[in-house]
């Protein structure tokens, strides 16, 4: 929002303010009085809710600000190909072995990571996520100087493949000792993606005869070429990286010819190499990729811990009218109310061998819910070299507060499925429930209290019934509102919404009250004579009606959580070695 917008906003405000200050002023008797004071009131909501309209489009117009607002984002020209080829070559970031280590991890890697842990701490906007990388390097790719005999030399080893566009947050790379690990800038992550690429495909052509100097056939360089094109060009709005060009890349390193049929050796080395360095590109042209050099163990297993911060999509309340969805969604955040439920992406599980997701607890809540999406056309593939189809499972709902998803020989997903795990929370008893419910029956006593007493005198003397009646909005404001945690998943929304009830009931008596004791003849029977507990007032029964509504609401759902989390925690499990006395 810039300087005239910010004034003009100013401005408005301005306005707006001094029109509701003139409308504040009422003339009149006491009865006429009341009745401008509720129509100004009616005109007050009306103004505020056209100050928004109006302040909308610029506020608008802020919240759709582009996170890139430097003018467009340049590309890499096409006289930097060759610079770029030649800086990666001159460096040689990298040797043969690990070369076809490096593309093995990016193309197939559960052949190089065995396990991969991802946990997930719940903040109040954001999440931690650490993924625990177990790995283990054959002895084939070790580049130290006595070959596969000696003690591993380090190597770079890819970690996350985040796609082009994508802004990592506080990332942090550590080893299994905690000490942090080197990680790559972009441009040694693009020099090292080139020399791979370059040292496949030399591989690919070895034994050809129309080879120059650096080992590669006319076709190769042009493959090459176009390759290292896809892989510096940023993913922008105005450039897009499409799947076609991805795919004719490909196409042009898997038609490279083979070499001649008398080395046969070459035929089976060039056929692999051209496999990795199609599936290679593939990858590394649409996705950045975050290297750390890393020293396996003498047996050629490392871990690494790679931490960073999400911030996930908001899912406003879901209505089933959806021209309320935004305003509802807007009243819950407004409450206070967080989510009770979180969805994550399990995009690793298929880079590993066995996969485990575990989301951390939050005091005050369980898993209530757990349940897979979008995965059965996945589990029914076999990943490469697998001896059974993926086998899934969650941990037993027990009461707890840790969420854990467990698979192992998880395939790449299905085309038309993206595989995620959702957990949904509710609060470990006692919780905001039933602080709602407390104060909706306590509400609930004082409107059929008062509004009983009313039906005898209209006017006791005192303006105590008032005070009392104003004691449950007091209460809900206490209890609810003014409790700000700094938590992800926190206070249901129907806690929430209930206690903004009980408030906005308790406010409306007393308001009641006070007019039936100001105003000669307020107020209007019930017909036929009837009564509502007790209550013969039409406007009293309809309060205690939303009061009664209210405090059913509530106290079913308080007394259904309850009985779920009892349960769930008291579910019996063979073997347990643990157990606890309630």
Same mark, same amino acid.
């Given at each position: 929002?810039?300087?005239?917008?910010?004034?003009?906003? !100013?401005?408005?405000?301005?306005?707006?303010?001094?029109?509701?200050?003139?409308?504040?002023?009422?003339?009149?008797?006491?009865?006429?009085?009341?009745?401008?004071?509720?129509?100004?009131?009616?005109?007050?909501?009306?103004?505020?809710?056209?100050?928004?309209?109006?302040?909308?489009?610029?506020?608008?117009?802020?919240?759709?600000?582009?996170?890139?607002?430097?003018?467009?984002?340049?590309?890499?020209?096409?006289?930097?190909?060759?610079?770029?080829?030649?800086?990666?070559?001159?460096?040689?970031?990298?040797?043969?072995?690990?070369?076809?280590?490096?593309?093995?991890?990016?193309?197939?890697?559960?052949?190089?990571?065995?396990?991969?842990?991802?946990?997930?701490?719940?903040?109040?906007?954001?999440?931690?996520?650490?993924?625990?990388?177990?790995?283990?390097?054959?002895?084939?790719?070790?580049?130290?100087?006595?070959?596969?005999?000696?003690?591993?030399?380090?190597?770079?080893?890819?970690?996350?493949?985040?796609?082009?566009?994508?802004?990592?947050?506080?990332?942090?790379?550590?080893?299994?000792?905690?000490?942090?690990?080197?990680?790559?800038?972009?441009?040694?992550?693009?020099?090292?993606?080139?020399?791979?690429?370059?040292?496949?495909?030399?591989?690919?052509?070895?034994?050809?005869?129309?080879?120059?100097?650096?080992?590669?056939?006319?076709?190769?360089?042009?493959?090459?070429?176009?390759?290292?094109?896809?892989?510096?060009?940023?993913?922008?709005?105005?450039?897009?990286?499409?799947?076609?060009?991805?795919?004719?890349?490909?196409?042009?390193?898997?038609?490279?010819?083979?070499?001649?049929?008398?080395?046969?050796?070459?035929?089976?080395?060039?056929?692999?190499?051209?496999?990795?360095?199609?599936?290679?590109?593939?990858?590394?042209?649409?996705?950045?990729?975050?290297?750390?050099?890393?020293?396996?163990?003498?047996?050629?297993?490392?871990?690494?811990?790679?931490?960073?911060?999400?911030?996930?999509?908001?899912?406003?309340?879901?209505?089933?009218?959806?021209?309320?969805?935004?305003?509802?969604?807007?009243?819950?955040?407004?409450?206070?109310?967080?989510?009770?439920?979180?969805?994550?992406?399990?995009?690793?599980?298929?880079?590993?061998?066995?996969?485990?997701?575990?989301?951390?607890?939050?005091?005050?809540?369980?898993?209530?819910?757990?349940?897979?999406?979008?995965?059965?056309?996945?589990?029914?593939?076999?990943?490469?070299?697998?001896?059974?189809?993926?086998?899934?499972?969650?941990?037993?709902?027990?009461?707890?507060?840790?969420?854990?998803?467990?698979?192992?020989?998880?395939?790449?997903?299905?085309?038309?499925?993206?595989?995620?795990?959702?957990?949904?929370?509710?609060?470990?008893?006692?919780?905001?429930?039933?602080?709602?419910?407390?104060?909706?029956?306590?509400?609930?006593?004082?409107?059929?209290?008062?509004?009983?007493?009313?039906?005898?005198?209209?006017?006791?003397?005192?303006?105590?019934?008032?005070?009392?009646?104003?004691?449950?909005?007091?209460?809900?404001?206490?209890?609810?509102?003014?409790?700000?945690?700094?938590?992800?998943?926190?206070?249901?929304?129907?806690? !929430?919404?209930?206690?903004?009830?009980?408030?906005?009931?308790?406010?409306?008596?007393?308001?009641?009250?006070?007019?039936?004791?100001?105003?000669?003849?307020?107020?209007?029977?019930?017909?036929?004579?009837?009564?509502?507990?007790?209550?013969?007032?039409?406007?009293?029964?309809?309060?205690?009606?939303?009061?009664?509504?209210?405090?059913?609401?509530?106290?079913?759902?308080?007394?259904?959580?309850?009985?779920?989390?009892?349960?769930?925690?008291?579910?019996?499990?063979?073997?347990?070695?643990?157990?606890?006395?309630?």
């Amino acid at each position: 929002m810039n300087q005239q917008e910010k004034a003009r906003r !100013r401005r408005v405000i301005i306005v707006v303010i001094a029109l509701l200050i003139i409308g504040m002023v009422g003339y009149g008797t006491l009865v006429d009085t009341w009745v401008s004071a509720v129509v100004r009131a009616l005109l007050l909501i009306i103004m505020v809710l056209l100050l928004f309209l109006v302040l909308k489009p610029m506020d608008q117009k802020a919240c759709t600000m582009r996170p890139t607002p430097f003018g467009e984002v340049h590309q890499v020209g096409d006289d930097q190909i060759e610079e770029a080829q030649k800086n990666a070559g001159t460096l040689q970031l990298v040797d043969l072995r690990q070369a076809k280590l490096f593309a093995l991890a990016i193309t197939a890697p559960s052949d190089v990571r065995k396990r991969v842990v991802d946990s997930y701490s719940l903040g109040e906007r954001s999440v931690r996520q650490t993924a625990t990388i177990e790995a283990f390097v054959r002895k084939q790719f070790n580049g130290g100087s006595n070959g596969s005999n000696s003690s591993f030399a380090p190597v770079l080893f890819p970690i996350l493949t985040p796609p082009k566009g994508r802004l990592l947050d506080n990332l942090e790379v550590v080893g299994s000792d905690g000490e942090a690990l080197p990680v790559l800038t972009y441009r040694e992550s693009v020099y090292v993606a080139i020399s791979v690429l370059r040292l496949l495909l030399t591989s690919a052509c070895k034994g050809q005869i129309d080879v120059d100097a650096a080992g590669m056939t006319p076709a190769a360089l042009k493959a090459e070429r176009n390759a290292v094109k896809l892989i510096i060009t940023r993913n922008t709005q105005s450039k897009k990286i499409s799947a076609e060009d991805i795919r004719k890349v490909r196409v042009e390193i898997q038609a490279l010819s083979d070499p001649p049929q008398q080395a046969q050796g070459s035929v089976k080395a060039a056929t692999l190499a051209r496999k990795l360095a199609a599936g290679f590109v593939e990858k590394v042209a649409a996705h950045y990729v975050i290297i750390a050099s890393v020293k396996p163990g003498d047996d050629g297993r490392f871990v690494i811990r790679a931490s960073q911060t999400l911030i996930p999509d908001l899912q406003l309340q879901p209505t089933k009218f959806k021209w309320l969805h935004k305003s509802v969604g807007s009243i819950t955040v407004a409450l206070g109310s967080r989510p009770v439920d979180i969805t994550i992406d399990i995009e690793n599980a298929s880079t590993c061998q066995s996969y485990h997701l575990r989301v951390e607890g939050v005091d005050g809540m369980y898993v209530a819910e757990q349940e897979a999406i979008e995965i059965s056309e996945t589990l029914d593939k076999w990943a490469d070299g697998a001896p059974t189809k993926p086998h899934p499972r969650f941990q037993k709902r027990l009461g707890q507060a840790e969420g854990h998803f467990y698979v192992r020989y998880f395939p790449q997903p299905a085309q038309n499925e993206r595989p995620r795990i959702r957990f949904r929370y509710s609060e470990t008893p006692p919780g905001s429930l039933l602080r709602g419910a407390v104060t909706s029956a306590a509400c609930l006593f004082l409107v059929w209290l008062i509004g009983a007493i009313t039906n005898f005198n209209t006017d006791p003397g005192t303006d105590a019934p008032a005070v009392l009646l104003a004691f449950p909005a007091v209460a809900a404001t206490w209890l609810g509102f003014d409790r700000r945690g700094g938590r992800l998943v926190e206070g249901t929304f129907e806690a !929430r919404r209930g206690l903004l009830y009980s408030a906005l009931i308790s406010i409306g008596a007393a308001g009641l009250f006070m007019a039936h004791k100001q105003i000669d003849n307020f107020g209007t029977p019930l017909p036929w004579s009837a009564n509502l507990l007790g209550v013969q007032d039409l406007y009293w029964a309809m309060l205690l009606l939303f009061a009664i509504a209210n405090f059913i609401n509530l106290g079913y759902k308080c007394m259904v959580d309850t009985w779920e989390y009892c349960e769930l925690a008291g579910r019996p499990q063979v073997g347990n070695p643990i157990a606890r006395r309630g």
